[in-house]
């Protein structure tokens, strides 16, 4: 019998790829991109992470958790250990990408923000 993804979980991989290619882009590769990062970078990394956890939150409410974690911290876990991932795979690679840990810090308050949001979501909607 097949399984078909629901749609929330599309969503969460359509936002994973998306944000995996953008973080491996060699910088410039995008012109409109292509911003002094000083403060726009920080800015970026909050919201697509603050997004992407509400996806996550989202997709994983679809699920019954056996274990003694909430919905919200696996989504958390899931989210930062993401993005630390793209931070290590910006050291590896020869891409003229460069690791950065406010970017890490960046992704967590993001990630933070949108579980956060999405609680506010869930309660107003009940």
């Not at 056996?66 to 993401?82: E, H, M, N, P, Q």
Request: charged share 15%; aromatic share 12%; hydrophobic share 50%.
């Amino acid at each position: 019998m097949n399984r078909i993804i629901p749609y929330s979980r599309k969503l969460v991989i359509a936002w994973a790829i998306l944000i995996f290619i953008l973080s491996l882009l060699p910088p410039g590769a995008i012109e409109m991109l292509h911003w002094n990062l000083l403060s726009r970078d920080k800015l970026l990394h909050t919201i697509f992470y603050s997004i992407f956890s509400i996806l996550v939150n989202e997709a994983l409410g679809l699920t019954t958790t056996k274990s003694g974690f909430s919905v919200y911290i696996r989504a958390f876990l899931i989210c930062t250990s993401y993005g630390i991932l793209m931070e290590c795979l910006q050291y590896l690679e020869n891409l003229g990408r460069i690791f950065d840990a406010g970017d890490i810090l960046a992704n967590t308050f993001g990630t933070g923000l949108g579980i956060i949001c999405y609680k506010l979501i869930k309660h107003f909607k009940a």
